[in-house]
């Protein structure tokens, strides 16, 4: 990736969808938005046209709706459901094949992905928590082959946010809503006096060469200043925010609060939080073996740690209530996770607040947990977890 300031580039529509064409024309898979059943899904698109138009989405805590906007912007709206993890850390991998042989087992591992795949629309917050599994599958001690061989092969063409969502929260993180790295092209979608137009800049080598082969011009330092001021619009129209400092020191502090236990009072442990999370990686391994007993498989599930299962270690869960394993979820993601990566494992894109269906608010959850307690009895929930049976 190149460093410093890049020169940006203005498209025009007609030379965005030229921008597109030769993505394809590369030999990249374009994958982009698009609406399934009232909802975004992340397709292959073959174009400007496959993009929905003119859409808006209203977003609040276990809620959201379409509204058309009334005009013809592409990403007229904040972050969907679908993150980008799913590409890269799909639910379901085979890791490996074994067949029985004469004198043992041959064992067989599946393909790399290596499908050229281009990605359109990646927002900030999206591309923070690509660096989040980064460090994960790349930077840590064991590096995922099938992650790293998809990830080098992806071309990452980032959508910067003009338009947040109620539940947003990255300005607050400095993760948004403005692209900082991690992308080969940034592009801000502009619906101004004079048209409908792209602020591109390259972040990568390969990002500069494909837009130096683009006939857009160079942005001039108005229409520069216009984006820049439509992202500061947005980074101060965020819905929520997360007071980071000493938010670790907060919540080791707070492991007892009663505010745990009404969290779990509400909580369905259902795991949709985690689900639509663009960090969260639990998994779990499974193998099998047909009925012959001659051919075995091993395969890699993506799992949530709100359930009990997750937790069961040789004969119970150490993470048997509610309230332990939403207080273990917040707490990894906030606090532990520092200690273990020097970061948070949260990019503030508001998924978990939106797609929890009852609407369970982790900046919310917070400032309630940073209130000191007043003393009183321990709840039901409590009691069962100070007997032992939480170790979340
Ligand atoms: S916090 Fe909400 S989304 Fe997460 S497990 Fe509980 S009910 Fe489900
Ligand atoms: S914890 Fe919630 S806000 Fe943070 S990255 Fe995950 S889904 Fe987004």
């Not at 064409?21 to 059943?37: I, S």
């Not at 071309?155 to 947040?164: E, I, S, Y």
């Not at 101060?236 to 000493?246: E, P, Q, V």
């Not at 091993?298 to 799992?303: L, W």
């Amino acid at each position: 990736m190149a460093t410093g300031p890049e020169p940006s580039l203005r498209l025009t529509l007609e030379e965005f969808a030229a921008f597109l064409a030769d993505v394809r024309r590369l030999g990249f898979t374009l994958l982009g938005p698009t609406l399934v059943q009232g909802d975004f899904v992340h397709r292959e698109i073959a174009g400007v046209a496959d993009l929905p138009r003119g859409v808006g989405m209203v977003q609040e805590a276990g809620t959201f709706r379409l509204v058309p906007r009334g005009d013809e912007a592409l990403f007229g709206y904040p972050v969907g459901q679908p993150s980008w993890k799913p590409v890269f850390f799909p639910p379901e991998r085979l890791l490996w094949t074994g067949r029985r042989t004469g004198r043992g087992w041959e064992i067989r591992l599946p393909p790399e992905d290596r499908e050229p795949v281009a990605l359109l629309g990646v927002r900030p917050c999206d591309l923070a928590a690509l660096e989040v599994l980064d460090r994960i599958f790349l930077h840590g001690p064991y590096v995922d082959p099938y992650y790293q061989a998809q990830r080098n092969t992806a071309l990452v063409v980032a959508v910067n946010c003009t338009v947040p969502g109620g539940t947003c929260f990255c300005a607050s993180l400095g993760t948004g809503p403005r692209a900082a790295a991690g992308f080969d092209v940034a592009l801000t979608e502009m619906l101004t006096g004079d048209g409908h137009w792209f602020l591109a800049e390259a972040g990568s080598d390969r990002g500069r060469r494909l837009l130096s082969e683009l006939p857009g011009r160079p942005a001039r330092p108005e229409e520069e200043a216009a984006a820049s001021q439509a992202l500061a619009q947005a980074a101060g129209h965020m819905g929520r925010s997360l007071k980071t400092a000493g938010l670790k020191e907060d919540l080791y502090a707070r492991y007892e609060h009663r505010h745990w236990a009404e969290v779990a009072a509400r909580c369905l442990t259902c795991g949709n939080c985690a689900m639509v999370c663009p960090t969260c990686f639990c998994h779990l391994v499974e193998d099998s073996l047909n009925l012959t007993g001659d051919r075995a498989e091993r395969r890699r599930i993506q799992d949530v740690c709100f359930t009990v299962a997750h937790s069961y270690i040789h004969g119970g869960s150490v993470r048997s209530t509610p309230r332990a394993r939403y207080r273990q979820w917040l707490t990894h993601k906030l606090a532990t996770w520092q200690d273990q990566f020097g970061c948070l494992d949260c990019v503030g894109c508001g998924r978990c607040i939106t797609w929890c269906p009852v609407g369970i608010d982790l900046t919310a959850e917070v400032t309630a947990l940073r209130v000191p307690e007043t003393p009183g009895p321990a709840g039901p929930e409590e009691r069962h977890d100070q007997a032992g049976a939480s170790a979340g």
